[in-house]
């Protein structure tokens, strides 16, 4: 039986199969030479291509990545430069604040000053006034006894009466000049 069973193997066992050597190895020479074309022709370029592509894609989240970091950078140096013009912005508005309240200040002391001055002014005028009209209403007086006088005189009265009341004028004017003045 090893005998049969050799000549088995030693035959063909791929006819039970149904396999042809010479299409066989056509058909694997044909696949050889499809395979090396595609390899040559196909698939290096299609692989040259998907590395491109792959590298553009690294160097595009590259780019992201970076551009994400400028982004957060400027972002920050927009926020410092805000906070810069804040911080300034609320110190000029304390210092016109400190310099407005500086300027009523003085305003009010220079107000109360010139009121005060001002004030004296017309305590002093009206003194003066006052002084003046005393003089004025003296003179007045002494010209009306001076004229009453006269008609007094040009009256019958005896000179007792004359003298009584010459005396009594006289007394009445300078009586008001002696009170002391307010």
Same mark, same amino acid.
Not at 90 to 115: F, N, T, Y
């Given at each position: 039986?090893?005998?049969? =069973?050799?000549?088995?193997?030693?035959?063909?066992?791929?006819?039970? =199969?149904?396999?042809?050597?010479?299409? =066989?190895?056509?058909?694997? !020479?044909? $696949?050889? +030479? +499809?395979?090396?074309?595609?390899?040559? $022709?196909? $698939?290096? %370029?299609? #692989?040259?291509?998907?590395?491109?592509?792959?590298?553009?894609?690294?160097?595009?989240?590259?780019?992201?990545?970076? !551009?994400?970091?400028?982004?957060?950078?400027?972002?920050?140096?927009?926020?410092?430069? &805000?906070?810069?013009?804040?911080?300034?912005?609320?110190?000029?508005?304390?210092?016109?604040?400190?310099?407005?309240?500086? #300027?009523?200040?003085?305003?009010?002391?220079?107000?109360? &000053?010139?009121?005060?001055?001002?004030?004296?002014q017309?305590?002093?005028e009206?003194?003066?006034?006052?002084?003046?009209?005393?003089?004025?209403?003296?003179?007045?007086?002494? %010209?009306m006894?001076?004229? &009453? %006088?006269?008609?007094?005189?040009?009256?019958?009265?005896?000179?007792?009466?004359r003298?009584?009341? &010459?005396?009594?004028? !006289?007394?009445?004017?300078?009586?008001?000049?002696?009170?002391?003045?307010?």
């Amino acid at each position: 039986m090893s005998t049969l =069973f050799t000549l088995a193997v030693a035959e063909n066992p791929f006819s039970r =199969f149904g396999v042809n050597w010479y299409d =066989f190895t056509s058909q694997a !020479i044909a $696949f050889l +030479i +499809i395979a090396w074309i595609l390899n040559k $022709f196909v $698939f290096k %370029t299609v #692989m040259k291509t998907v590395a491109e592509r792959q590298r553009a894609a690294d160097e595009a989240a590259a780019n992201n990545a970076r !551009i994400q970091q400028e982004l957060q950078a400027v972002e920050e140096s927009r926020k410092a430069v &805000l906070k810069t013009a804040q911080e300034q912005a609320d110190r000029v508005v304390s210092e016109a604040r400190a310099h407005m309240a500086e #300027m009523v200040s003085q305003e009010k002391q220079r107000c109360e &000053l010139l009121g005060t001055e001002l004030l004296a002014q017309a305590r002093e005028e009206a003194r003066l006034d006052q002084a003046r009209l005393k003089n004025e209403l003296r003179g007045d007086i002494a %010209t009306m006894v001076v004229k &009453l %006088t006269a008609k007094l005189t040009q009256m019958n009265l005896g000179q007792a009466d004359r003298e009584r009341l &010459l005396q009594s004028a !006289i007394d009445g004017m300078t009586a008001p000049a002696e009170k002391p003045q307010s």
